[in-house]
């Protein structure tokens, strides 16, 4: 940290720095203190602006803007900021339990490939919240991903808001208005904001937190054409996430959804249940009938949060004071027949019938062991087989499917798809 930054934060703002968290794309974040014991995020750019140029003055006037929204439960508070020797320095709200990054290598330390999906679901949700309240405030974030999602006592809040474009990052990976491979292609070619940018960075994150993944690959020149041809890496993810996560990251922002990023998530939601289904088959992508954005809980229902413990997994952010709860959810968005702990997909009244882990292992044990019997022993070897093959293969698929619904291991069932 510059020593004039220092000097002004602890003299004249009578802020003690307690500890650097972390370096991140724009700056340093630093632990600090106030004189009446209030702690707080402090984040210091790594390069100069010049608040003489107009459109670093309009940016600042976006501070403004976002300094104004304190108090929103899905929007970390920008508590105040400066220019200092020309570096940018804000001061934040401080999280609690770190980013959803944090989380997502937290659960990959555990064996699993991404954050649960019922708890992924609640958390992008309330980005979601966050994104849209921004949006009717004229405000576009750009720079959404993992790293800029907080955890404050286990619910999500937006963070880093009008960084983006204010200032530079030193890193490759950033375009100066957003991440690479997150923004959309007419963000960095065209250089052209709208709505639709933070969904589709949105859509992006989804694909990170949920299989660990990098939502176009990892080489720039993979990421550069999968994103101008729509082809995201959408391994991992059901049928059902994949059509409504590929909309979202067409190429073409006509092509996106357009009914708000709260909304998309209600359909990824609903299409996970089983239900929006129109068409040829294709989730629908509009709101739940009556379902508003200020009645749709940002607590999808039957998504209990699992809230991330102090201390473990926090990144450059800390601990602070707990933030605001939402609202209760509607009665009409109760999940049906999911057990707790499960898939999402798992309700009973989804347009797919799952196949018996029994019946199937019988099924395939019959016919492999009947063609090994036969070509040992004739028809006699066949008839013998298919029984013993029977009998074993239900046994086996029984255990495995146990263990599938045990674990909630959505891609351990076999299903069929209803005629």
């Known amino acids: 940290m510059d020593d004039v930054v220092r000097a002004f934060l602890e003299n004249e703002q009578k802020l003690r720095l307690v500890r650097r968290l972390g370096v991140g794309g724009f700056g340093e974040v630093w632990d600090a203190e106030s004189d009446s014991g209030v702690r707080s995020a402090i984040k210091v750019s790594h390069q100069t602006i010049d608040n003489t140029n107009p459109a670093v003055q309009k940016e600042l006037q976006n501070l403004k803007l976002i300094r104004a929204l304190t108090g929103h439960p899905h929007i970390v508070s920008l508590l105040d900021y400066w220019v200092v020797s020309g570096y940018l320095v804000t001061r934040w709200e401080l999280a609690t339990d770190g980013t959803l990054l ?24 309330e980005a979601a919240d966050g994104l849209d309240f921004l949006h009717e405030k004229g405000i576009y974030h750009r720079d959404i991903k993992p790293q800029n999602l907080l955890l404050f006592h286990g619910h999500v809040k937006l963070g880093d808001l009008g960084l983006a474009k204010l200032v530079g990052a030193s890193t490759a990976s950033h375009t100066g208005s957003g991440t690479f491979g997150y923004l959309p292609p007419e963000a960095w070619e065209e250089h052209r904001l709208t709505r639709s940018v933070d969904l589709y960075s949105l859509a992006a994150t989804y694909i990170k937190l ?6 176009f690959g990892r080489n720039p020149v993979e990421i550069f054409e999968r994103q101008r041809t729509g082809r995201p890496v959408l391994d991992g993810l059901l049928p059902e996430e994949a059509d409504l996560v590929r909309q979202a990251l067409a190429p073409r922002p006509e092509d996106r959804p ?6 998309w998530v209600r359909s990824l ?6 239900e929006g289904r129109s068409g040829a088959g294709v989730p629908s992508t509009g709101p739940a009938a009556g379902a508003s954005q200020a009645t749709f809980s940002a607590s999808p229902p039957g998504l ?6 102090p201390g473990v997994g926090v990144g450059e952010w800390g601990h602070s004071a707990p933030a605001a709860r939402p609202a209760s959810p509607p009665a009409g968005f109760a999940p049906k027949g999911d057990k707790a702990g499960g898939a999402l997909h798992r309700a009973k009244d989804r347009t797919e019938e799952e196949m018996d882990p029994a019946i199937t292992g019988a099924i395939v044990g019959a016919i492999f062991w009947a063609i ?33 619904e045990s674990i909630g291991g959505s891609s351990m069932k076999w299903k069929k798809r209803a005629k």
Do not use: H
């Not at 939601?269 to 089983?274: D, E, I, P, Q, S």
């Not at 036969?374 to 499917?401: E, K, Q, T």
């Open 372 to 404: 090994r019997g036969a070509m040992s022993n004739g028809i006699g070897g066949a008839i013998a087989g298919a029984i013993v093959g029977a009998i074993f293969g239900a046994i086996g698929g029984a255990i495995f499917g146990a263990i599938g």
């Open 102 to 125: 944090d989380m997502l290598e937290r659960y990959r330390q555990d064996g699993q490939p991404g954050i649960p999906l019922k708890q992924l679901i609640k958390w992008i949700y």
């Open 210 to 215: 949920r299989t660990g993944q990098e939502p």
């Open 304 to 309: 209990r949060p699992v809230v991330a413990q």
């Open 258 to 263: 357009r009914d708000g990023a709260a909304a």
């Open 269 to 274: 939601y609903r299409a996970l249940r089983g």
